[in-house]
């Protein structure tokens, strides 16, 4: 259990826990832990989820397959991330996508009941485990808003804005590469290129490699309204 002191202290379920109280309110508890090699898959679209996974290490990706070959990212989680959350205390309680080890990861299993009792024991854990309900209905809400947006820029402008608002820096720090950021806004990766160059050009952003700055914030919050 020492070992995964330091990355479960790092969870969101276990924020503003002190370690000492993690270490005894996972050793009241029944889990397992499994290690997964990078591509390897954690689980499969329909597959029963009756735990909540915690990742100890390494990250994780959530994939929606289509029936035409093609391959979505709906989302991706790196250590410290929970998913199953809203799954596990669901009437379903199937995995609407497949999940895959985009590293090697290690992850935490703890089933509902266990989570039932940890927050139980717990009432910070308690409020954790409502943040990230919380937070995941949020991020369902923009991936809809950006679904909804008629046009590349569009797109391209509300994934800014919104890191900005996280971020609340110019200079951003995306977390993520071309290609996911591509599978993320459901555009082909050369036309996600070609939009960013041309906002570029046009004076709005600039970039390079992962870190974006935004040069004129009022022509990027134009570029929601053409």
Known sequence: MEKYLEPLSRTILFKDVPKEEIISLISNIPYSIKKFKKNDVIAIEGEDCNSLCIILDG?????????????????????????????????RHKYPATVIASTDCEIMYIDKNDI????KMHNQVLNNFVTVLSNRILMLNERITNLSYDSIRKKIANMILLEYSKQKNKYLILPFC?????????????????????????????????????????????????
């Open 59 to 91: 990250n994780v990706e959530i994939h929606k397959p289509f029936p035409s070959g093609k391959v979505v990212t709906i989302n991706f989680f790196e250590a410290g991330n929970v998913f199953g959350e809203a799954l596990v205390f669901s009437s």
């Open 116 to 119: 039932i009792n940890l927050m």
């Open 178 to 226: 071309r290609k996911k950021m591509a599978e993320l806004l459901n555009i082909p990766r050369p036309s996600l290129s070609r939009e960013l160059m041309k906002m570029k050009e046009e004076g709005i952003i600039d970039y390079h490699k992962n870190v974006l700055k935004i040069l004129d914030m009022k022509l990027l919050e134009e570029c929601l309204l053409k």
